[in-house]
């Protein structure tokens, strides 16, 4: 009897507790609910999201999380071997990042900079990192992104994590309005029309991420890399470059441009004897790459390899709105310069 009536309290007393929660504005302890992430995990989060940290591609997990209107929310700071004025704008959209800890070192977590920062939740896109986290007992959510269209996939996720859901549709619209709008204009080109594209890290020979394919193709170009291949990187050789002579060359850093015309071996190259060298721009991260600033590489690359086609758009009024709408960040006329130019990674 005496058990029974101490079992009664005790449910009388949690259920007094969760009612003055509630009174009070705060939320009850057992308030949590189930995400699913991009692995399938079924991930316990706290009903409201404040911190988060960000492990592995950092940069790119950032950017999807400004693109929430979130940067705030990131706890930590970028890895030690990402410093230097190169990714500057990530510390323009956050300016706070840099006052907070270091929770990853090489390509794994540093596990007392994770529990220092406290964050609600990490977001990763490294399988391994998520087994290394569990005894922090902080939860993972794993985010993929293999595909072009796993962008939106991302952005939903982070919807429903940050309960902004209207937010991710909205990013979601803008990625397929754009797209449909550089296609309703592309789409009935020749071969010939488009122009042989070489999107590089010369210093490499390298053909780097493999998501150029489909923005240099959507952009009304011919990638001279694109042979199917499943891989990330692609290397080859000068010889291969003669054989391409690709008729426009982008580079991922604007240093490399001056190296390109300067390379003597490729002086017979069309896009070296047209001056047709650019650099890839770079905002909160490298736009060639995979970034959630992705429908603004493709309308850069449609302008640049089809100026008389896209003579309506204005670059700077398209990084301008993008930034505002979706970074909540203001650029200054400098800001979208030195983005476009690909200039990041110089010093003022």
């Known amino acids: 009897m005496l058990v029974r009536r101490t079992v009664i309290q005790n449910l009388a007393t949690l259920w007094l507790a969760a009612f003055l929660g509630f009174t009070a504005g705060i939320s009850p302890v057992f308030a949590d609910r189930i995400v699913t992430d991009m ?4 991930v316990t989060l706290p009903d409201r999201i404040v911190r988060v940290g960000t492990i592995g591609p950092v940069p790119v997990l950032n950017s999807f999380v400004f693109a929430m209107g979130e940067a705030a929310s990131i706890a ?9 004025p190169r990714w500057r704008f990530q510390y323009v959209v ?3 990042l840099a006052s907070r800890p270091v929770i990853q070192t090489g390509q794994g977590p540093n596990i007392e900079g994770v529990i220092e920062a406290s964050p609600d939740v990490v977001l990763t896109m490294d399988r391994p990192t998520i087994d290394q986290l569990d005894r922090t007992h902080i939860p993972t959510l794993y985010l993929s992104w293999q595909k072009p269209g796993d962008v939106k996939a991302v952005m939903r996720l982070l919807g429903e994590l940050y309960d902004k859901r209207d937010t991710a549709n909205a990013y979601s619209r803008y990625f397929d309005q754009t797209i449909e709008r550089l296609g309703s204009r592309v789409d009935g080109l020749h071969d010939e029309q488009r122009p042989r594209i070489l999107y590089t890290d010369l210093k490499r020979m390298t053909q780097p ?3 150029a394919e489909w923005w240099i193709a959507k952009a009304g170009g011919r990638s001279v890399t694109d042979d199917g291949r499943v891989g990330e990187a692609f290397n080859f050789s000068i010889e291969q470059v003669l054989a391409w002579n690709p008729e426009v060359i982008i580079v991922t850093s604007a240093s490399e441009i001056a190296d390109a015309y300067a390379d003597v071996r490729l002086a017979n190259v069309s896009a070296i004897k047209n001056k047709r060298v650019y650099a890839i721009p770079m905002g909160v991260h490298v736009w060639g790459n995979r970034t959630v600033e992705q429908p603004l590489t493709v309308l850069w690359a449609a302008k640049l390899f089809h100026p008389d086609l896209f003579a309506d758009v204005t670059l700077d009024d398209e990084v301008r709105s993008f930034y505002g709408t979706f970074f ?19 010093s003022k």
């Open 39 to 42: 692995a399938g995990r079924a």
């Open 76 to 84: 930590n700071n970028l890895p030690p071997n990402l410093g230097g």
């Open 94 to 96: 956050a300016p706070g």
């Open 209 to 211: 991420h493999k998501i």
């Open 328 to 346: 909540k960040t203001d650029l200054s006329r400098e800001d979208i310069d030195m983005i476009l130019a690909g200039l990041a990674g110089v």
